[in-house]
């Protein structure tokens, strides 16, 4: 349909604001907006009709503008048929609302969205009908690109649509203002110097983390955690009230970690975004359980590529055996790195985690009788093989098996991880 048929098809039925007769034909012509286009459809029917052409519109469509050769009193238009004047009477003032809402907030960039009223969507779809929607945009996307306009120039601050430090919920229903603030997300390195803690806070399954005679109390299982020692200072200088922590692996709640490894830690909804983290590293190493280095700002994708990611680990192991040890058999733990170690799911963590097989590798095996019946295992493997059952065997569940090869059964197991082969 052409431009002109389409607006005197559109002002026939009553007003239409600038903006919202504009936005027929939004794809046409650039460096124009909305409310620009709109001016001019409107004001070229008021050439035509004064040069004498009959074209029956609504008359409020041409409130102050003065004919010249015909005669006609355009009555003040009452409200436009779409936006009900939200471009005209609202817009700046949820613009100013938007912005104050934002001052309590530390950010760089945003991006605006919006709820809108059902009326106005049904509305726009009804002219979309009778018109066509070839070159027309939304109401939605102008909405959101004017405040965005608008909330740019009163911040000072950039409205950008991929990954802003906060996006804007306007629901113009109701008139509230909801911000969503995008997380920080950290990349360090730790440590863990001590034995018999979590790498991240395990909540109490019974209570859900309110606090029950189980977990005496506190609501959790452990009375702290790798996590829990790197987010405390991160927290309480972002502002925020939690985070989630993402490490390449985890090494046991008994066993420490000697090298460091890699992980993301991710602050939740942070009021504040420009953070010393050199300061917070001090911090945190004041800790004697937990280490951390080269903390700085990283992206979400960051998480993806540490979870992927192939590295090698070099584990030292002290095994007591039931029996004493036989020496011209620890040779023969040698084979070990000659065949993938087929291993099911262990039995200590099958309450969580799918019943599967997985093969995997050891690069490298030495040994040192410590005495009798106790051994000192330096073990380097693929990223993935379970040490412990690879010692014990798993009740049959880790084929080859340390435990299989000595034909010697293992009481106790004190692990460590001495070497993370990340590539410098």
Known sequence: MEIEKRAIEILKEGYMCDNCLGRTCAGLLTGYTNR???????????LSIDSGEKIEVDNSNFYGIR??????????????MVCKNFFIEKIDMIAEKIAKKLEEIEFETFLIGTVIPDSILKKEEEIWNKTGIEFT????????????????????????QKDPDVTVITDLNT???KTEIRSLYIFGKYKKLVRGIPQTKWVCHRC?????????????????????????????????????????????????????????????????????????????????????????????DTINKLKFAKIDKTYLAT??????????????????????ILQKTPLRVLHRRADKFRKRSVKKISWKILAGKKLQLKITAETGLYIKELITGDEGRTKPSVAEVLG???????????KIHTKR
Do not use: M, W
């Open 36 to 46: 620009q286009r709109g001016k001019i459809i409107r004001q070229f029917l008021a």
């Open 319 to 340: 095994v007591d055996f039931e029996k004493t040890i036989e020496k011209k058999k620890l040779k023969e733990l040698r084979n070990l790195t000659k065949e993938p």
């Open 175 to 177: 008139g509230k203002i």
């Open 67 to 80: 004919f010249r050769n015909i005669k006609i009193k355009p009555e003040r238009p009452k409200e436009c």
């Open 208 to 300: 859900k983390g309110v606090g029950c005679s189980y977990c005496k109390g506190i609501g959790k299982l452990y009375l702290t955690s790798v996590q829990e020692i790197v987010e405390k200072p991160l927290l309480k200088a972002a502002k925020s009230k939690s985070s989630s922590f993402h490490g390449h692996g985890r090494e046991d709640i008994d066993a420490r970690c000697l090298d460091y490894r890699p992980f993301v830690i991710e602050i939740v909804k942070p009021i504040k975004r420009k953070i010393d983290l050199k300061k917070i590293e001090k911090e945190i190493n004041k800790s004697k359980k937990v280490k951390v280095k080269g903390l700085k700002f990283t992206t979400k």
């Open 137 to 160: 945009e939304t109401i939605k996307s102008e909405i959101n690109r004017e405040l965005g306009k608008r909330v740019e120039k009163i911040t000072k601050k950039k409205f950008e």
């Open 408 to 418: 010697n059964k293992v009481k106790k197991i004190s692990l460590d991880v001495i």
